[in-house]
């Protein structure tokens, strides 16, 4: 095949539906010019000078390339391969009129209509754009703070000095002990939280019972100094109305803290009631932030210091602030963020009379307010973050594998021709778009293994027709099962090096009522933890898709896909119908993953998303993956094609499409509510967290069943962290 003279050869067109050129259809030749300033024979091209070049001189580059002034002008390939590879190519020279011969570096002929800089160049215009608008909309709502004097009612509070008690006497002339304003708050802690918190605490007041607000006196001192020395600490603790402490192993310094309070309000029992009555409390704010997992020893701090106290229903008022950062405390954003408050020795809803520029006191609702309460929610809040890492190494896994396959399938150094140079990006978004479909379905997948496990458990007591529907079904999982294989034992092995800190019987426990402590279940935990990820499986699989649809409008240009385009420049039909199905695909999806990420809701409001929009989405999806490379499953086997290795589009689209169907045909049947009175599996994590909270109680001596002695709130547990869904425990 060879063009006429005068003539470059630049372009191949083929139909094929693969990302290579086999049995070309067509080529297109250009005729070779120069510039007008040049003068030039009317042919360029040397016929005489060409010279034939045979696969061998490319076999180890995978690169035709014609030599240093020459520029190619035909191919060759015998009968009966009908250009599925190029045996020859022929080159010839270039010489122009004045007997130089010019370094031809690229001829684009007619050149094609990239778009890869256009698009690229939209989005950083609209990306400076949100920026000036947010920049715009945050000048306009700047204000400057002001501060006002205000008077206390008994007289000008003046401010800088401790405040002490001064004996007056009342209408009837007897003795009563009157308190000015205690205007004093010390910061315990010189980290970056500590030094934050006395930044904040800077601005802020005290607000009386009259609705004044009093400047308060900020004292920042060390954690470790300051509880070294017992006596030190009380005269420092004189005319305080607030201790704000922001170290760590608050546990550690409760006797002494608790010490030091009592000095320096007077010991309790040598003071007369009738005065004892009128002391205003020194209340204590624990900010500290414990990790539940590596940080256990910490989380009871305030419950202890509470305790060393003596307790005392309005004596001793021990608060628990959590849910703000440094920037919050510092009020560095000029923001007012909500601090969740929880109290012990104070009235429920009642909140700390401290006000502090960048927060807003929230009280912590229902029956878990206490600095019980917290820990408990602290537990369960660790156990919900562990589920997003849970999530998050099924993608990883997921990625491994479908990124190892695209990689070995077209790369020049495998199975493939692409160059090394495109696995960063044109390799990789098939990875990406891979990972997305599969994490979309995978706690689907799992659950129909799981309900096959129970119904096989049962089997001899079906009737016939679910009989047949759970061999119909295996039939379908087969595929599936296959080819999770390999993503489910690198979750595994990833879960276990992430999560050392939590042993195998730990991770895999046999949550089967009556068994006995430490025993496992492996496979169901495994399938169990899969199918209570939904949410964070979906919201995960959605970032690789939406990185799949940026990636793509990229390498949707002639220059990567070239047998997308017809001779016109528009995409064949059936290009279009992928695109328009995955666009579907994303924003349904994309209403999915925000409703996940938004909070929770009634069922009779996520029902329209989750059983309707969710499964439409996830068929767009895997059509649009059909309709790309259907064409190309009539080579599979073929081990002339790719070395035999599968296409992508088939292997990712099996998957999805078997997966549904059996779940659609066991919900058509009711073959998984033959199920239906099984009892509930937790996640691993969740299960830990119950756990761990009732050996917390049980070392305070509070209990021995902690928040979870009850079904009701075992139930309530679940509806918090959306964890409930129906698993048989006798699978």
């Known amino acids: 095949m060879q063009c006429e003279d005068g003539f470059a050869m630049v372009g191949f067109f083929d139909d094929d539906d693969d990302d290579y050129l086999h049995d070309i259809d067509f080529v297109k030749c250009c005729q070779l010019s120069c510039i007008d300033s040049w003068e030039c024979p009317g042919t360029l091209i040397e016929s005489s000078q060409c010279t034939i070049h045979e696969k061998t001189s490319w076999e180890d580059t995978s690169v035709l390339q014609c030599p240093q002034n020459s520029i190619l002008v035909g191919v060759y390939d015998n009968e009966q391969d009908n250009f599925n590879d190029l045996k020859a190519g022929k080159c010839c020279g270039i010489t122009f009129a004045n007997g130089l011969t010019k370094s031809v570096t690229q001829n684009t002929g007619k050149e094609s209509d990239s778009r890869t800089m256009s698009y690229v160049m939209g989005f950083i215009a609209v990306f400076f754009i949100l920026v000036l608008v947010v920049m715009v909309l945050f000048e306009s709502t700047r204000g400057n703070g002001t501060t006002r004097t205000v008077t206390d009612a008994g007289g000008m509070v003046e401010l800088g000095k401790t405040t002490k008690a001064e004996p007056v006497q009342d209408q009837a002339g007897a003795p009563v002990t009157v308190w000015t304003a205690r205007n004093k708050v010390i910061v315990i802690g010189k980290g970056r939280f500590g030094s934050a918190t006395a930044q904040g605490l800077r601005g802020s007041h005290i607000k009386t019972n009259s609705g004044d607000l009093i400047p308060v006196e900020v004292v920042h001192v060390s954690a470790r100094k300051f509880t070294a020395m017992p006596g030190e600490m009380a005269r420092q603790l004189t005319g305080v109305a607030f201790i704000a402490y922001c170290g760590t192993r608050l546990q550690n310094y409760a006797n002494e803290l608790s010490a030091g309070m009592k000095l320096a309000r007077g010991d309790a029992t040598s003071v007369n009631t009738s005065v004892h009555d009128d002391i205003p409390s020194l209340e204590f704010l624990d900010f500290s932030n414990p990790d539940p997992i590596d940080e256990k020893d910490d989380l009871t701090g305030a419950i202890q210091l509470h305790r060393a106290l003596g307790g005392g229903k309005g004596e001793w008022k021990v608060w628990k602030i959590t849910e703000v950062s440094s920037l919050d405390m510092a009020n560095a954003e000029n923001a007012s963020s909500h601090a969740m408050v929880y109290g ?44 997003w890492y849970d999530g998050f190494l099924v993608g990883i896994a997921c990625f491994i594998f479908t990124a190892t396959y695209a990689i070995t399938r077209y790369s020049q150094n495998f199975n493939g021709g692409e160059p090394d140079r495109s696995i960063l990006m044109y390799l990789l978004d098939k990875a990406f778009a891979w990972t997305g479909l599969w994490m979309m379905v995978i706690s689907p997948y799992a659950g129909n293994v799981l309900a096959l496990r129970g119904l096989y458990g049962r089997f001899g007591s079906l009737s016939l027709m679910y009989k047949v529907i759970t061999v119909m079904s295996t039939l379908l999982m087969f595929i599936p099962i296959c080819t999770f294989t390999f993503t489910w034992f690198t979750w595994v092995v990833l879960r276990a090096i992430f999560f050392r800190n939590r042993s195998f019987k730990q991770l895999y426990q046999d949550q089967t009522r009556g068994v006995a402590a430490g025993a496992t279940k492996f496979f169901k935990a495994c399938l169990v933890d899969l199918v209570l990820l939904k949410g964070e499986t979906g919201c995960i699989g959605f970032i690789y898709a939406l990185v799949h649809s940026f990636v793509g409008i990229i390498v949707a240009d002639v220059a990567y896909k070239g047998y997308w385009f017809g001779e016109d420049g528009r995409m064949l039909w059936r290009f279009e119908a992928s695109m328009t199905t995955g666009v579907v695909s994303t924003c349904l999806l994309m209403c999915v993953a925000l409703r996940s990420v938004l909070g929770h809701a009634s069922w009779i409001k996520l029902k329209p998303l989750y059983s309707y929009l969710s499964p439409m989405g996830m068929w767009f999806a895997t059509f649009h993956v059909i309709i790309f ?27 999805p499409t078997c997966v549904l169907l059996t779940h659609h045909f066991m919900q058509i049947f009711g073959a998984k509510r033959q199920l239906s009175n099984s009892d509930l599996w937790q996640h691993s994590f969740i299960n830990l967290a119950i756990q761990d909270f009732n050996k917390t109680t049980k070392t305070l001596r509070l209990g021995t069943g902690g928040y979870t002695a009850t079904t009701r709130d075992m139930q309530q547990i679940a509806e918090i962290l959306s964890v409930s869904y129906v698993i048989p425990m006798d699978l």
């Open 629 to 655: 490379g259907y064409k190309g499953w009539v080579k599979l086997g073929d081990y002339g094609y790719h070395n035999g290795q599968p296409g992508i589009t088939f292997v990712s689209s099996s998957f």
């Open 344 to 387: 012990e020795g104070v009235a429920r809803g009642a909140l700390p009379k401290l006000q502090m520029p960048g927060l807003i006191w929230t009280p912590a609702v229902g029956s878990k307010s206490d600095l019980l309460g917290e820990v408990h929610h602290r537990m369960m809040e660790r156990a919900s973050i562990d589920r």
